[in-house]
């Protein structure tokens, strides 16, 4: 039998996913307005993504643990990513999901600088393994799990004066480029150079974790580009296995290659790098690279902007690219509204953190056509709210 994380669960019997329309197990068609929680950034069964996987598992699947054998498939992937990618940001170590790619990352930085402290911000979702959660600040979450690592600081998010809380203790800082679980909350370009500074002064390193605002979601393929910072290490995760479980430390190769030694395999993994996973995200990749101009991730997110965040009942309306964050007056608003529209074949989703607001993260492919749709029936039950 299957575990619950929740006594609620959506409960949707999917038997098909095509596009951006999730099919249930009665034929009804759902217009996919969450793609996965930001996965499925390309759509679904997108067809390069399916021949990648069924070639390689032609040519073999798991041969070996992570980094003995030379693969074709996962070179292939990481030089692609690289080529995504600033110089700074040369090398990549696959993992298999966005949680294992931060646990990495705090431990690479704890490597590297020989440091412990390390810091978060107020609003950070990072995961839920031990490491991540430690990082991550919605304390009513991590009660029951305490105690967790030590020598973690939460600053104040997008606060200048925070930062010089970064000192020379400091072997990390650590922050989604735009906060996902917190709602959407996009930073100040002063706060993200203030930052960049700070840490540089300080020999520490700025770890930015992008496994949900990354891979064009914001409208470029990395959220940071907007800011004009580079960080020392990238988290990537969630839409870049095309669909499979995937996590992504992406760094140069001075960083990297300190879990080499002192103790030699300092983070190891059976999984990561897995060829079909691989062959999947490269060709994901390669998709990605050709449609990146002709997805207007700026234009289509704007456009459910102009349709949706004037309605009354929307108390605030958040936003970078096709990364939406929409409040409204109650969690009961939001249930009622999610709900409603389920009914109405439009899926939304909740966030953690924010009871009374609501994410939108269709696929980047989505077409203008429906996202009025879509948004037509988003309106018609805010209309209908109490
Ligand atoms: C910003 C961010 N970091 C890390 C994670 C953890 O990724 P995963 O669920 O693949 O472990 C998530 C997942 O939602 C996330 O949104």
Wanted: with cysteine.
């Amino acid at each position: 039998m299957l575990a619950n994380t929740t006594c609620h669960p959506v409960g949707l019997k999917i038997k098909k996913a095509k596009g951006c329309k999730l099919i249930d197990d009665s034929g009804k068609e759902y217009l996919d307005f969450i793609a996965g929680v930001s996965v499925n950034n390309l759509g679904h069964s997108v067809p390069e993504i399916n021949d990648a996987i069924i070639k390689q598992l032609e040519n073999h699947a798991h041969v070996m643990v992570y980094g003995e054998y030379q693969q074709e498939s996962v070179t292939r992937f990481c030089d692609t990513l690289s080529s995504l990618l600033p110089n700074a940001l040369n090398t990549v170590y696959p993992l298999n999901s966005g949680t294992e790619a931060i646990e990495a990352a705090l431990k690479i930085a704890k490597r590297h600088t020989g440091r412990s402290k390390i810091i978060s911000f107020t609003g950070a979702y990072h995961g839920n393994t031990h490491g991540s959660m430690s990082v991550s600040s919605n304390e009513y979450k991590k009660t029951a799990f305490r105690p967790l690592l030590p020598g973690v600081e939460f600053l104040e998010w997008n606060s200048i004066d925070a930062v010089e809380a970064i000192d020379t203790d400091t072997a990390c800082v650590i922050l989604e480029t735009i906060q996902g679980d917190a709602g959407v909350r996009i930073p100040s370009s002063a706060f993200m150079t203030a930052l960049r500074e700070q840490c540089n002064a300080c020999s520490s390193l700025l770890i930015l974790d992008e496994i949900q605002c990354g891979y064009g979601r914001s409208g470029q393929f990395s959220a940071f580009s907007q800011f004009e910072i580079t960080p020392d290490i990238l988290c990537l995760g969630k839409a870049l296995g095309g669909g499979l479980p995937i996590g992504a430390v992406v760094s140069s190769k001075e960083i990297l290659d300190c879990i080499q030694s002192k103790p030699e395999l300092g983070h190891i993994t059976t999984f990561g790098g897995n060829p079909v996973v691989c062959a999947a995200a490269n060709a994901g990749l390669l998709k990605y690279k050709l449609l990146e101009r002709s997805l207007e991730v700026e234009e289509k997110g704007q456009l459910i902007e102009n349709l949706l965040s004037e309605h009354a009942k929307v108390t605030s309306f958040r936003r970078t690219g096709l990364m939406i964050g929409i409040n409204l007056e109650t969690a009961n608003q939001v249930s009622e509204l999610i709900q409603k529209c389920r009914e109405r074949g439009v899926l939304l989703f909740w966030f953690l953190s924010v009871p009374n607001g609501f994410r939108i993260s269709p696929p980047l492919v989505i077409s203008k056509e429906e996202i009025k749709e879509g948004c037509a029936i988003i309106l018609n039950a805010l209309n209908e709210l109490q």
